[in-house]
């Protein structure tokens, strides 16, 4: 069974520090793995898309990496901002269309 | 478009009360799903589907039913609510069934409480 898991549970750092998002998952059969943003109360939107066979996708400040035989992700945030604080989560996308999602890594910037 | 919605955003239930909470997206995707999401434990799927008319279990299944006759709509019922399925509900949905290039698109969730 996949289990993902994000440490730590959460992140303070004063704005303009670069953030450092772990993700790891146990079985490297994935076909994707997205990296979300979530805002106290709201849903959850989509930040970065990354293929099984693709190693990083860029958007903005944002990179993450992806290492599937070692299992883990890295979602990095440059020049963090006050705006950036919020939950982050990481799916990852198995057979059958399924997410199995990570328990969020809760981000707080301080101005 | 809407995207996908959800509602009501809030509800407050005794055990044992049934309810249904609303989802309905008007991108005409072909994939939808629920989710609940509790503390620490990140989102667990309930049910989805992949079509009009074509259901599955999820991880989490027990309680919950759904149906899907049309594209759009998405409901997910409590037949008898329990403590336990005090949570937050999300539904999702995306464009096909087997792609691996498409992200979900997430409602804005309901916040259910059971007393």
């Known amino acids: 069974k996949q289990e993902v898991t994000q440490i730590p549970a959460a992140l303070s750092v004063p704005e303009g520090e670069n953030l450092v998002l772990n993700c790891s998952f146990t079985d490297s059969a994935i076909y994707n793995l997205q990296w979300f943003r979530q805002d106290p109360g709201k849903g959850l939107t989509s930040l970065l898309l990354?293929?099984?066979?693709?190693r990083e996708q860029t958007s903005g400040r944002l990179n993450a990496s992806l290492d599937k035989s070692s299992g883990r992700s890295t979602l990095y945030i440059a020049a963090s901002q006050p705006g950036d604080s919020a939950t982050y989560l990481c799916a990852v996308k198995t057979a059958g269309n399924k997410l199995t999602f990570g328990g969020g890594t809760r981000v707080l910037v301080k101005p | 478009n809407a995207g996908v919605t959800q509602t009501p955003k809030f509800q407050v239930l005794k055990t044992g009360q049934s309810m249904t909470l609303q989802c309905a997206q008007d991108?005409?995707?072909?994939?939808m799903s629920w989710y609940r999401q509790d503390p620490g434990m990140g989102l667990r799927l309930i049910h989805y589907s992949v079509g009009a008319g074509i259901t599955d279990q999820g991880e989490v299944p027990n309680g919950y039913n759904v149906s899907r006759s049309t594209t759009e709509d998405f409901p997910l019922r409590l037949l008898s609510a329990a403590p336990s399925q005090t949570s937050v509900y999300f539904c999702?949905?995306?464009?096909?069934?087997?792609?691996?290039?498409?992200?979900?698109?997430f409602g804005p969730g309901t916040r259910l409480l059971v007393l």
């Open positions: 991108m005409n995707h072909e994939y």
């Open positions: 999702a949905s995306s464009y096909s069934w087997g792609s691996t290039e498409e992200t979900q698109y």
């Open positions: 990354i293929q099984s066979s693709q």
